[in-house]
């Protein structure tokens, strides 16, 4: 009769999960015993660095993630970077050793107390199974809960002397098991989106990352063109779902109340697809909608769906609907919106460059369908207005803004699209958070290029004590960071580029290269609207 390891193994291969990410302690020792030739094991020498790859990957690869950490502590670890995958719906099985069940009660060292509540609310689903028997059936649930609408991340806690119990004849149904859903809108809902758009004024089109997340990119354009809509990222976007060279495309609505309200005034009619209804940041309050406007908004989540403070709602599946509603809406004979051109930068500082400077070379250097890995908040608008996003699948961004994704997420998105380039573009701020990682490139040959922004302050704060009218504050300073240093010990190449001719040069030898290399590029400050 086969194990609990052995069963667990054979229905992660049976849903193509293959590639673990991890950080192991004792407890996680035993599962990985006999570590099966056909699965990679991915580690990372943080959990929170752990978590951002395995994010990555699942992001970019539209697969489940796998993730193995160590008890409590390593859970604890995670925990920001957990927060981000929870805010950007990626499907990850988060597994976490447990201590012996005979000794759980008694609170050794390494027992994961009340394990299941541990991880909440940042997961959907979390859960220690009663019995050795019911590990692979618990591993089945994680997997389709995982990865059925909306997705997002589970945990399961396993104590460590189940892996090698009997699992029984049963386990066998398990691997053929599949779970679908199916949320088309009716006639009725259908005729009544379709008959609202069609008699608009003046409709607009506001998309989240849910759309690039499901592929149903191709049909958002197509709507947009049809009916001619002005086309609006929702705040802070985590992916791209529109492509940013098109004309319709109008750039990102900002993070506040009143932003949103002012910048959608004129509009009769706001939709609203695969996003929050809204994910604002600063306070600045304002009406919730302009004046004679409605909201219409169509999502996966019901959560998202239920605590919008505004607007009618549809909870379904976003790329069936997109599609319908591409094909279902009359065509308008409109000229395209508007959209004003980007501003001129000024010029390069003896030995910094500025940001819009930097994006504009590598927009023009980098192969059209390079991803996109950002961690550079200060330079959030800058990268809107500059940096050209064609392909679905071409950018990442933290969700819940928690740093230390950037680095590390850029590595599983390389290693779920290894035939594309992956840039990273990360903040000195940021790359601190998850500088670990560049260990993990060094060890596994991933071939991200590491872009470090480097202006010696976390810039994002700087602008927002002027937001907040705060006045001078203490800890905003990061100078005397040498990051090249950093990233030779790991065993990352890298190089100092303090000039356009430097960047140009370093950048076009690292897009040659199959090496991750780092680039340290000395920036000006900017604010990131």
Not at 512 to 521: Q, T
Request: glycine letters at 8%.
């Amino acid at each position: 009769m086969e194990s609990i390891r052995s069963a667990t193994y054979a229905l992660l291969r049976q849903h193509g999960i293959t590639t673990l990410f991890g950080n192991p302690g004792s407890n996680e020792l035993p599962f990985l015993t006999g570590f099966p030739e056909d699965f990679q094991y991915i580690l990372g020498l943080h959990e929170g660095a752990v978590v951002g790859m395995a994010d990555g990957y699942a992001q970019a690869s539209g697969k489940v993630g796998l993730v193995n950490l160590h008890a409590a502590a390593g859970t604890g670890n995670s925990m920001g970077a957990l927060t981000n995958s929870c805010y950007s719906h990626s499907p990850l099985v988060i597994t976490a050793g447990q201590q012996v069940r005979q000794m759980i009660g008694i609170e050794p060292m390494l027992t994961n107390v009340d394990a299941a509540q541990l991880p909440k609310p940042l997961v959907k689903w979390s859960y220690e199974p009663a019995t050795a028997a019911d590990v692979p059936r618990a591993f089945s649930q994680a997997i389709h809960l995982a990865n059925s609408e909306p997705k997002a991340p589970v945990y399961l806690s396993i104590p460590y002397d189940d892996w090698d119990k009997p699992a029984g004849q049963e386990v066998r149904h398990l691997f053929a098991r599949q779970v679908q859903t199916a949320g088309t809108p009716s006639v009725d809902q259908l005729a009544a989106l379709i008959r609202q758009l069609n008699e608009a004024i003046n409709p607009v089109l506001v998309l989240g990352p849910d759309v690039d997340a499901t592929g149903a990119n191709a049909s958002a354009v197509a709507l947009a063109e049809r009916l001619r809509l002005p086309v609006w990222l929702a705040p802070s976007p985590s992916r791209s779902p529109f492509p940013t060279n098109h004309p319709c495309f109008q750039g990102v609505l900002p993070a506040a109340i009143a932003g949103v309200s002012q910048t959608l005034s004129g509009h009769d009619l706001i939709l609203v697809v695969g996003a929050p209804v809204f994910r604002y940041h600063q306070f600045v309050p304002g009406e919730y909608l302009p004046a004679g406007a409605s909201l219409l908004h169509i999502t996966s989540d019901p959560q998202e769906a239920a605590r919008a403070p505004m607007g009618n709602a549809l909870v379904g599946n976003l790329a069936e609907i997109l599609k319908l509603l591409a094909s279902g809406v009359s065509q308008r004979h409109h000229v395209y919106p508007v959209r004003l051109p980007p501003a001129d930068v000024s010029t390069d500082q003896p030995h910094q460059l500025q940001p819009e400077s930097l994006f504009d070379t590598i927009d023009a250097l980098a192969p059209a369908d390079a991803i996109y890995v950002k961690e550079s908040t200060s330079t959030t608008q800058a990268f809107w207005h500059r940096i050209t996003l064609r392909h679905p699948g071409s950018y990442y961004f933290p969700a819940a803004g928690g740093l230390g994704f950037g680095l590390p997420a850029a590595i599983g998105v390389q290693l779920a699209q290894p035939s594309r380039r992956v840039i990273a573009l990360i903040g000195d701020g940021s790359a601190n958070y998850g500088i670990t990682a560049l260990w993990t490139a060094a060890r596994y040959r991933i071939p991200v290029i590491f872009i470090i922004l480097k202006n010696g302050t976390y810039g994002a704060l700087r602008w927002f004590t002027g937001v907040l009218g705060t006045g001078e504050v203490p800890g905003l300073d990061i100078g005397g960071i040498d990051f090249c240093a950093i990233a030779r010990g790991y065993g990352v190449n890298a190089i100092h580029a303090d000039s356009r001719s430097a960047f140009e040069a370093a950048f076009i030898a690292a897009l040659d290269s199959n090496e991750p290399v780092l680039i340290e590029v000395p920036t000006t400050t900017i604010e990131p609207v």
